[in-house]
């Protein structure tokens, strides 16, 4: 379990990170989506002991993460696929993590395999890896050590869509055999997939969290539809007291899809296509963050100072 506490991380006037607080269960993914800028990577420095925070504090299993004795067995940790020796090979990189933590050369191999690393692959120097077989790379390090809890900082940052859809595989996989995984992330649509709770930061502070049905539970009802008289269609709903809008070759509707059929079968307007038009957790996200989604907002320029 990690436990967030009123965690809060300031750069002269920059407040990077605003007082936050979660916590991320085990056996659960919990998302942790943002903006580049939002707070994200600071935020998770902090939890593993790379960056001090100014105020707040963070536990693991109920420990500070220096507190840990052989850390890397019990959290595995991902910020920067990039951050690896390039002059070592890939195998070179993990034999040294396993006799660091005590384990046995066999484990590189086990590993290896587990990340859809080939044995050629693993004889090349990383700084031949494109960054796929980098992000392959760091998470067969993180979870060397068999770990309870995984701490990854955008590790499908690029995989190809069969290894995006390895990643999420993999990651439910440990979920499911009680793992807790933290997974940050300014890709909503793939986290979305998998993650049993989502935490929203914007701008340094948590402007949402739970599962997704909670976060969207007070979104307005819309649909989305076509039909044969669009006119007759949308003069109808009016009658029905429902607003109706043009969107690309039908209307967007202000009420649930079973009200558009019935007003559509009273007026005896032929439906070509209907669908819900609610607003999803991307459109959800942009709304609740819309005053950092500004070109050449402050956030930007915070990344290379540790506040992404």
């Not at 384990?103 to 590993?111: A, G, T, W």
């Not at 004889?123 to 050590?145: E, I, P, T």
């Not at 649909?223 to 043009?246: E, W």
């Amino acid at each position: 379990m990690i436990t967030v506490e009123g965690l809060t991380k300031t750069y002269g006037g920059f407040r990077a990170v605003d007082d936050v607080s979660f916590v991320a269960q085990p056996g659960r993914v919990t998302g942790f989506l943002g903006p580049n800028g939002a707070g994200k990577t600071t935020t998770m420095r902090i939890m593993v002991g790379l960056t001090p925070p100014s105020h707040g504090r963070v536990t693991i299993g109920g420990h500070a993460y220096r507190d840990i004795p052989n850390p890397g067995r019990h959290v595995g940790v991902l910020l920067d696929a990039s951050a690896q020796h390039a002059g070592r090979t890939g195998r070179e990189v993990l034999t040294i993590g396993a006799r660091t933590m005590g384990l046995p050369d066999s484990r590189v191999d086990e590993i290896l395999e587990m990340v859809s690393l080939t044995p050629a692959e693993a004889k090349r120097r990383v700084r031949n890896y494109s960054l796929g077989m980098r992000q392959r790379l760091g998470v067969a390090h993180a979870l060397l050590g068999d770990p309870s809890v995984l701490i990854l900082d955008e590790p499908a940052n690029g995989l190809d869509p069969a290894g995006i859809r390895w990643m999420r595989g993999l990651l439910k996989e440990y979920a499911d055999r009680g793992g807790t995984v933290l997974l940050s992330s300014h890709l909503l649509h793939e986290v979305e997939q998998i993650a049993d709770e989502m935490i929203l930061i914007g701008r340094g502070r948590i402007v949402a969290q739970g599962d997704k049905k909670s976060l969207l539970s007070g979104q307005s009802a819309s649909s989305l539809v076509t039909s044969l008289d669009n006119d007759a269609l949308a003069r109808a709903l009016s009658d029905a007291g429902h607003s109706a809008t043009p969107a690309g070759e039908g209307l967007r509707v202000d009420c649930e899809t079973a009200e558009v059929g019935r007003a559509a079968l009273a007026a005896g307007v032929v439906l070509t296509d209907l669908r819900s038009g609610a607003a999803g957790l991307e459109d959800l996200f942009l709304e609740l963050t819309a005053d950092t989604q500004r070109e050449g907002h402050p956030a930007a320029a915070t990344d290379q100072g540790g506040a992404a």
